[in-house]
């Protein structure tokens, strides 16, 4: 070869090197055994879909950063979420699989977006809804889930934020404004950021709504407080209206039955400012963010729909579900310092030292992989120093060290490679002593490691 | 909506209903559980590269299947297998991550190829290869790695198929036909399809051998029998051509030691006629079929490769590796009934039966996930005969059926869904009889059922 072609990936995409698929590979495994805790079924779709499945079906950012070509003569799109592609197959197998449903899917999507601020075009959703019923279980679940997924990937300190789109067209009907409830999301969601007088005359000005009927909306996002007294102040600003009312009390309902199941109190709250998309929820919405860092932004948002899939059937199917975003965790993770490095995927490593002795380094190997540790042995017969640097910089916990000694008395050193105690045990007519030599010097590392 | 968009996947794509993600699934953990238990790192990489990374790097066909389109102003193809991602991968990544490398690979690939032989233009591959080493023990280890894959999904009868391209290489060069390799390689493909007389018109006119060369080759063709009978056949024919006998008794290394460690003889077999590719591969390459229903094909194959990354980097990559065509696998299962077949996620099933009592549901599906079983909650406070259907549908093993009098008195039914037969178990003071209760009668469920 004279030109070399230069090794890169396409901007806006990265690889994942063994120390992050190590964790990354964790979240997904434990966002899967949450999933299946509560009976979520998993399911997978195409990359690929029909442009008509897709376009015109998320937002205009969403058809504008979507990945399409054709093939084939085929117009065809990128997923670029998997909330569509679930529409899609729920209106194809939901006669099959019949009501309720639940499903999880976890699945890479694509994005052509503008790569400036940190974001990648390719990421991985870890998606979870019920569909097919309407029921306030579908929404407790779905926040005991979330906060679930978040304790077992160790944020402890997280904020389940909770929000009912009925609280809110509760009051737009109370103030004769229902036909302006897109104006005034819009608002509401521009509120933090903007400030109250910014907001009031684009209020003024493009909703044409009254300086009476913006008190009332900037009074509702002013609600503020524990989850009682949030309650409270609501059911008092809704008196009368049976819609706003029946949106409270089902907050209520969902709150009360977290606190039985065990979610502390000081883990969720209600907060009225959040909307989570303009047209697609219709009832209970989530957002989940980070104490320690709420600047990355909501890592587990959903929320509650009428109608999945209106779009490709007649079948009325409401649901809910919410979606853990792995990627954009894993990196408030890393910023926190709480993301579990690993180089390794085996605990044990085994130095291929005296070189005429292979076969007895692989009996060795297999007798303590039988026993359920990783092992990884060295390939190559070089001197005992390199192969354990090798050993050192991937983290192995161990290493079994034999040399013909060793290996004729049917011994090995059981090395910690972390404290760098080292002890004999016998391993060849019996594999015992070997096993519990290994667990006592494992039992001796401390802190949080892979297994 | 009027008129509603039809719900449909691409022609050659599919969707996974859970009865088929389920083992899809658990087939994906046993080639991850086996991959670490060696020490194989895991790593992902896009599903998009620049065009001119994956063109002109497989095959002609390879090329012209690949989806590919433009972007921003850019090539952009999609990946059609996850070795020359590897290869770009190394390249980039290899200084910083140093060797050997070690790694696993599970992801979609695409390939726009004709569907019409029930072939899928989306399917997982799941890669592992040993990178930066020229050793026999990478050999033996990937022998070992597809024997345990292959045992652990269940697949007992499956034959590993052996070969050496250096013993072919040896003969050519005996018979002085060293640059007309590619036309043999070709041509022992073909015999078994096309018969000996086709193929050895094809080696006169094409190849331009001999018919005293097209003897021998042949003759190297035909050797059959266990492995000692075929090493000891081929050392007699390479007799004095050292490269063929070094190839030989790399054979006969892999084989000992596969023995050593403990796979059965009649698990594998050399193979002369194996070429798995023209070009890439250099030294043994690995086929694995499955006794009981050959002519689906390998279900894993592989093999050792020289030089990796010659096309993005100065550096010498040696490495060996193989990919478990994970799809083509599940379709062979299916047809031998050997899929297990699962519907459900978790083991057992809570009817939602008395309205006014969810929290008290909700505490007992708490007390039994704590215990580590997955269990389903009804949403919907149906009659119970409903739930019930639902849940034998679905295939839960038990149901905890608890009115207002076993709610009351703490306790719930434990209903064995197999065998119908019910136990009345206390759980609220004490969750201990409950689960005691719950352990006996799934012992009590025979057969093999997803946990």
Request: proline share 4%; with cysteine; charged share 25%.
């Amino acid at each position: 070869m004279t030109g070399l072609i230069e090794p890169r990936t396409l901007k806006g995409f990265r690889d994942y090197v063994p120390e992050v698929m190590i964790p990354r590979e964790q979240l997904m495994e434990t966002a899967r055994r949450v999933y299946r805790r509560f009976g979520y079924l998993p399911i997978d779709t195409p990359a690929l879909e029909y442009l008509e499945i897709l376009s015109g079906k998320g937002s205009d950012e969403t058809d504008r950063q979507m990945y399409r070509f054709e093939h084939g003569g085929k117009k065809i799109g990128m997923r670029f979420d998997l909330t569509i592609p679930l529409a899609r197959f729920a209106a194809q197998h939901i006669g099959q699989l019949g009501t309720p449903f639940k499903r999880y899917h976890i699945a890479p999507v694509w994005r052509g977006e503008n790569t400036q601020a940190g974001r990648y075009r390719e990421f991985v959703q870890c998606d979870f809804d019920t569909i097919g019923t309407e029921s306030v279980v579908a929404d407790i679940e779905t926040a005991v889930v979330i906060a679930e997924l978040m304790t077992e990937i160790g944020v402890e300190r997280f904020q389940l934020r909770m929000n009912n789109r009925q609280v809110l067209n509760g009051l737009l009907k109370k103030l004769s404004l229902e036909d302006r409830s897109v104006a005034v999301l819009r608002a509401l969601d521009k509120l933090e950021k903007m400030g109250p007088e910014k907001v009031r005359e684009e209020l003024q000005s493009t909703g044409g709504l009254s300086d009476g009927q913006i008190d009332e909306v900037f009074a509702l996002a002013n609600i503020k407080g524990d989850t009682d007294s949030v309650l409270n102040q609501l059911s008092e600003m809704l008196k009368g209206v049976e819609q706003g009312i029946a949106g409270v009390d089902r907050l209520r309902t969902i709150t009360e039955a977290l606190l039985s199941y065990g979610v502390a109190a000081e883990r969720f709250h209600i907060d009225v400012t959040i909307a989570r998309g303009l047209d697609y929820y219709t009832g209970v919405v989530f957002e989940t963010t980070l104490e320690e860092l709420p600047s990355i932004g909501s890592v587990c948002s959903g929320g509650r729909y009428d109608n999945l899939a209106g779009l490709y059937t007649k079948q009325h199917l409401p649901g809910i579900g919410a979606s853990l975003g792995l990627d954009r965790l894993i990196a408030a993770l890393d910023q926190l310092g709480k993301l579990p490095r690993a180089r390794s995927t085996a605990q044990i490593f085994v130095p291929y030292f005296d070189a005429d002795r292979l076969l007895d380094y692989m009996r060795l190997c297999r007798i303590v992989r039988d026993a359920g540790w990783n092992v990884e042995l060295y390939p190559e017969p070089k001197k005992l120093g390199v192969q354990l640097k090798y050993a050192d910089e991937r983290g192995f916990w161990l290493a079994l060290v034999a040399g013909s000694d060793e290996l004729n008395a049917g011994t090995c050193q059981v090395k910690n490679l972390t404290n760098k105690i080292s002890t004999i045990a016998s391993w060849r007519d019996d594999p015992q002593p070997l096993l519990a030599a290994i667990t006592d010097s494992m039992a001796m590392i401390s802190g949080t490691r892979l297994a």
